[in-house]
């Protein structure tokens, strides 16, 4: 079970990137990341997108380290994230 604020590593395959703007302005980015166990959302802000955003893309393997904002559903808050190259 996770709780709101709980940190971990995950790693999966990135869709539905939604690129949009925070209510401050900020550019940022609504995905989905799967691996077998099921799908979570997750939430990209700000420098996180303005760090990794332009080297995502849909269908892409990642490692993520990501921080529970919801959880029912599972909403994630990515912290740190790794792209998975040759897969």
Same mark, same amino acid.
């Given at each position: 079970k996770c709780w709101k604020?709980? %940190?971990f590593h995950i790693r $999966?395959? %990135?869709n539905d990137i939604k690129v949009t703007k925070s209510?401050?302005?900020e550019p940022m980015a609504y995905l989905k990341i799967e691996d077998v166990s099921g799908s /979570?959302? /997750?939430t990209l802000f700000g420098k996180e997108w303005l760090k990794y $955003? &332009? @080297?995502l893309k849909d269908n892409q393997l %990642? &490692? /993520? +380290?990501?921080a529970?904002? &919801?959880e029912k559903p599972l909403? @994630? +808050?990515?912290r740190e994230l790794l792209i998975i190259d040759g897969v």
């Open positions: 604020g709980d %940190v $999966g395959i %990135v209510r401050q302005g /979570a959302s /997750a $955003g &332009k @080297l %990642v &490692k /993520a +380290t990501v529970v904002y &919801k909403s @994630l +808050t990515i």
